[in-house]
């Protein structure tokens, strides 16, 4: 497989105060790829660095044949102002924006597209719901339904599965798996240890600096898990992760 994506000896921050020191490697065409780490490891400012967001302060980040418009990002559920007057058919018709431009008109064939977006997302019939009375399940799913019609190579995910019920999580998983099946390549930032090593074949193990990256079996390493942890309590006594192996960790803390 080839590289869609590059990392050359990266580093990024905020304010020049690194949180991702000098990582190397790739994420390959249709791999399917976790990150994980403790609390405050660098996950999601990883994710903004790929998107073109944050731009490097050491390295370089290479887009191999893809621009970052072929790029489809879901931020942490907990980023989404809620209170926008917007109703579901809006927010989802957001995911048109690259094919429409951001205020370009929704066409014929873009309202089979939204319908067939939120059947498969288990959302028919709540087109017209103002998305301040959705569950925290409903909005991801409105969500999930975006990136449907964003129709991206690559597709970005952080926290995607937090904070929402056990039957959304599978059919939102059944997705992610569908994604990559179509040989998109998918890289979802999470907690839960014991999904990683249920659903994703290659995992990228954080902790500021990275501690393994490959397939995750070998990455998830109780060494490597243990070092992890370690090198998060020399920089933060207070950085608890989601680990189902042990058992004083806290679920759902943010990246």
């Given at each position: 497989?080839?590289?869609?994506?590059?990392?050359?000896?990266?580093?990024?921050?905020?304010?020049?105060?690194?949180?991702?020191?000098?990582?190397?490697?790739?994420?390959?065409?249709?791999?399917?790829?976790?990150?994980?780490?403790?609390?405050?490891?660098?996950?999601s400012?990883?994710?903004?660095?790929?998107?073109g967001?944050?731009?490097?302060?050491?390295?370089?980040?290479?887009?191999?044949?893809?621009?970052?418009?072929e790029?489809?990002?879901?931020?942490?559920?907990?980023?989404?102002d809620?209170?926008?007057p917007?109703?579901?058919?809006?927010?989802?018709?957001?995911?048109?924006?690259?094919?429409?431009?951001?205020?370009?008109?929704?066409r014929?064939?873009d309202?089979?597209?939204?319908?067939?977006?939120?059947?498969?997302?288990?959302?028919r019939?709540?087109?017209?719901?103002?998305?301040?009375?959705?569950?925290?399940?409903?909005?991801?799913?409105?969500?999930?339904?975006?990136?449907?019609?964003?129709?991206?190579?690559?597709?970005?995910?952080?926290?995607?599965f937090?904070?929402?019920?056990?039957?959304?999580?599978?059919?939102?998983?059944?997705?992610?798996?569908?994604?990559?099946?179509?040989?998109?390549?998918?890289?979802?930032?999470?907690?839960?240890?014991?999904?990683?090593?249920?659903?994703?074949?290659?995992t990228?193990?954080?902790?500021?600096?990275p501690?393994?990256?490959?397939?995750?079996?070998?990455?998830?390493?109780?060494?490597?898990?243990?070092?992890?942890?370690?090198?998060t309590?020399?920089?933060?006594?207070?950085?608890?992760?989601?680990?189902?192996?042990a058992?004083h960790?806290?679920?759902?803390?943010?990246?």
């Open positions: 497989m080839s590289a869609v994506i590059r990392l050359d000896d990266l580093t990024l921050g905020y304010d020049g105060h690194p949180a991702v020191h000098h990582l190397h490697g790739a994420f390959e065409t249709g791999s399917l790829t976790a990150i994980v780490g403790p609390n405050g490891s660098g996950k400012t990883l994710l903004k660095g790929i998107t967001a944050l731009k490097p302060l050491g390295g370089r980040i290479e887009h191999a044949g893809i621009s970052v418009r790029i489809a990002y879901l931020p942490q559920i907990a980023e989404i809620r209170t926008f917007a109703v579901v058919s809006d927010l989802v018709s957001l995911g048109f924006w690259k094919s429409r431009g951001l205020f370009g008109a929704i014929g064939d309202r089979q597209a939204l319908d067939e977006a939120l059947q498969a997302v288990g959302l019939g709540f087109e017209q719901r103002p998305i301040d009375t959705l569950s925290g399940g409903q909005l991801q799913r409105a969500l999930f339904a975006r990136v449907l019609l964003q129709d991206a190579r690559v597709i970005l995910l952080d926290e995607p937090t904070a929402i019920d056990e039957r959304t999580v599978g059919d939102l998983i059944a997705l992610v798996q569908h994604w990559h099946n179509e040989r998109r390549t998918v890289i979802a930032v999470l907690h839960d240890v014991e999904m990683v090593r249920r659903v994703f074949p290659q990228l193990l954080l902790a500021r600096e501690i393994a990256w490959g397939a995750t079996s070998e990455t998830l390493h109780p060494e490597n898990l243990l070092k992890a942890r370690r090198m309590e020399a920089w933060d006594e207070h950085a608890p992760w989601h680990d189902h192996a058992k960790h806290h679920h759902g803390d943010a990246a």
